[in-house]
């Protein structure tokens, strides 16, 4: 089974001078580093240990272009007719 894949934003923040992450399926958990890469280090590092606390782990959040999405409701119309 493949792990859940998680939503990670990483935002460069001039008033902390670092990188700043958000996990928004844990509740907005925030991690941070000073470069890019060590965010994401981070907060992969930050996601494994929420996952190992967990006893039931959230839904993941997918990102779905918005001409996809109206594909998939045409699609999924026509599956439950």
């Known amino acids: 089974m493949n792990p859940p894949r998680y939503s990670?934003?990483?935002?460069?923040?001039?008033?902390?001078?670092?990188?700043v992450v958000t996990l928004p399926e844990w509740g907005n958990a925030h991690t941070h580093g000073a470069t890019y890469a060590e965010a994401a280090e981070m907060?992969?590092?930050?996601?494994?240990?929420l996952m190992e606390d967990e006893e039931t782990l959230p839904s993941?959040?997918?990102f779905v272009?918005?001409?996809?999405?109206?594909?998939?409701?045409?699609?999924?119309?026509?599956q439950t007719v």
């Open 8 to 19: 990670i934003l990483i935002q460069w923040s001039p008033e902390d001078q670092c990188y």
């Open 43 to 49: 907060a992969q590092e930050a996601l494994e240990l």
């Open 60 to 62: 993941p959040n997918f």
């Open 65 to 78: 272009f918005p001409e996809e999405e109206s594909h998939m409701e045409e699609t999924n119309k026509a």
